[in-house]
């Protein structure tokens, strides 16, 4: 298996590793491999698998929907996201988000580390952003759209446990929805408003509280 890209250059030039060396490897595909260095340059690195350590982790079918929000804040979301559990984070664009671009590359190298730091063996997909409408008019027909909304809606805590299947939680930017992208989401057939509380939730607390509550009450936390 060859590492190459910013990864070769990591392993190469910070951490120094050489020909013989042991290294943990994780593939997103079968799981976490103990593994040895065949051979380190600053731009490819040989490696080879020898141990299967653990296989590749089931992950909750639940998909993190978050508008996106001003760069530090929407990182906080990508990396909590990650760490709590998400199946797929895809970020949208709604008309009064602050921020309309993504920064893919530094997206994915975020969630890839906090995949490290958190020992997940299986890495969260990374959608590119896309806008409300589109979202809503393809979205899939099996998938619940739990739609965080401050103006009201189920207990969450209770519509989440109450659920089986794949899920899916909208959560707004700074600024919330407009009156005419509320009224498009709540038409959407698969989607069930739900409340996280009597407070305002600043967007990416809101994300990451409702995906805490998820994997509390649907996840695998219980597990
Ligand atoms: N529109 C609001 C305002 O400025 O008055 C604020 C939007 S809030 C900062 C960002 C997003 O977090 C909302 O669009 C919603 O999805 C979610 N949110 C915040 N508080 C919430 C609550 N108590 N219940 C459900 N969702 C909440």
Redesign the pocket.
Known sequence: MTVEGNQAHYLAKVMRVGAGDAVILCDDLTGEWAARVVSASKRDVVLQPIELLREREPVPDVWLCP?LLKRDRFDLVLEKATELGVRRIQPLVTRRCVADKLNLERARAIVTEAAEQCARTALPELGEPVKLDAMLGDWPKDRTLFF???LG?EPAAGAFAAHSGAAAL????????DDAERAAIRAHPAARP??????????ET?AIAATALWMAAAGDWHK
Do not use: Q, T
């Open positions: 508008a965080a909304d401050e809606g909208l959560v707004g930017p700074e600024g919330g929805f739900v409340s996280l509380g009597p407070r305002i939730l600043r967007g809101a």
